[in-house]
């Protein structure tokens, strides 16, 4: 038996491991089922929804909009203005369902027009605020300052992307509050953390560390096997979650309508400037939670090669978790003056709607870096240094 397989085996499958996995495995089954009841009612109630949104497709009219307006103040009156708890009180009506959706979106058009408004903290979104900035900074002599080609890209791609369409994409903006919400990084990360953890710290624990070091195999051969056996194993982990959120996500109404739609259609990404269809952005938000989560298994092995013990590695990883999560749920204000370490803190970076659902562009070098690949660049510099860590770390150690 290789190394890698012997590691492997000691970390996942064990049967202790096999029985975590079988548990997630359920949970996560019962996270993908529950979360479509709170969207919509039963098969029954997307079937009709189906049928009724299919002929409100497409580009924007203003009379469905005066329409949905109307309705839209009768229920919000009643429910309030929040648009899930809307939902969760009509979700057996179809009809106003899909009148609150086509509210939602007649408000996205406008804001692709119009814009945020100018005291926003967030990016600037909107043909009309984009060239009104745009016109400052030139008025001032700052055509060619980076800020002023920043906001040009922006408007350039938002022209490219065109006016926003409806599309019923109802269950894939639900697969994406599973992939994409802060909740995602408790269901998957700290059962993660319980797995990584082991790695080292066990072997420390009880003191088989020394003599496992100092075999014929040697330290490099084992540390290596222990690396590649952590990635594999947050693999699997990753992909039980993203196969059962997915599965049982659709599998109640058993329809895929709206895989071919612009992520735009969706409300959490309407402000995306990235030119993807719902499945190329499932696809590429799939690949992207499977590169966080080894990114974070690296830290937790990391954690692993310094601690004595499997809970306190469990323990410090689970507070770095909480402590980045924590800093990204404040307010506007410490989030800009904490810059890089919010964008880069594992509580956004691991989010695809935060990497994927604007267009945060940085400067470097006075070239204009998108965040997912500034995100990639900075992640793979820090996963580095981890596994440079852990094979120094070994290598000084004293058997």
Known sequence: MSLFQFELRKLLLNKKTLLLMLSLLVFYSVVGLTSTMFLI??????RAYEELAAAWEGTFDSEKAA???TIYQEVSARYGTDARMIARNVKDQ???????NYHAYTQRVEEYWIGTPPESAQEPYGIALLQGKIAELESQGKQDSYACRELSASLQRLEELGEPEFANALLWENLFNNWGEHMMQFLLFVPLTFVIAPVFAVECSSGMDNLILSSRNGRRKIVTAKLLSVLAASTVVVVLYLAATFLFGFLP?????GWDAAIQSIPVYARSMFQFKVWQLAAVGAAWLIFTGAFYSLIVCFISSRMKSQMGTAGVSLAILFVNVGLAAMGDMVTQRLGALVDFGLANVTLIKEVFGGYKIFDVLGMCVSYPVMAI????????FAIWGIYRGQKSRVV
């Open 377 to 384: 660049f900075v992640l793979g510099i820090l996963a580095a």
């Open 94 to 100: 179809p009809e106003i369902i899909l009148a609150v």
């Open 41 to 46: 009612g039963g098969n029954d109630s997307y």
């Open 67 to 69: 329409e949905t307006e």
């Open 253 to 257: 109404h058993g329809s895929f309508h």
